[in-house]
């Protein structure tokens, strides 16, 4: 049985979860197909998936064309998402305090 490395998971679920957002934001909706997907991202560390995702190729195995935003904050991604201007969203927090 062959082994499932963390590198082959990322790239599962990363191209699984970009194919399976841009298809439910169709449902609902009149669509023939997936041509396009748009992925937001903050480039801060909660969100290297996007990283590896991008230097792997991964998005280039996505049954759509993707295309990449970056965003300068948490709260921009998420206006951009809510407002449907975003298919995928990767945002998080990476904030500590100490005590």
Do not use: W
Not at 26 to 44: E, H, K, M, R
Request: glycine content about 12%; charged content about 15%.
């Amino acid at each position: 049985m062959a082994e499932l490395t963390q590198r082959r998971l990322v790239q599962k679920a990363g191209v699984s979860t970009v194919a399976a957002t841009g298809i439910v934001g169709c449902l609902g909706q009149s669509c023939g197909s997936l041509d396009s997907v748009t992925v937001a991202y903050v480039p801060i560390y909660p969100n290297m998936q996007h990283y590896v995702m991008e230097r792997e190729g991964y998005y280039e195995e996505a049954p759509a064309e993707v295309s990449i935003e970056r965003f300068s904050s948490g709260p921009s991604v998420v206006k951009a998402f809510a407002g449907g201007d975003v298919d995928v969203a990767l945002f998080g927090c990476c904030s500590r305090t100490s005590g």
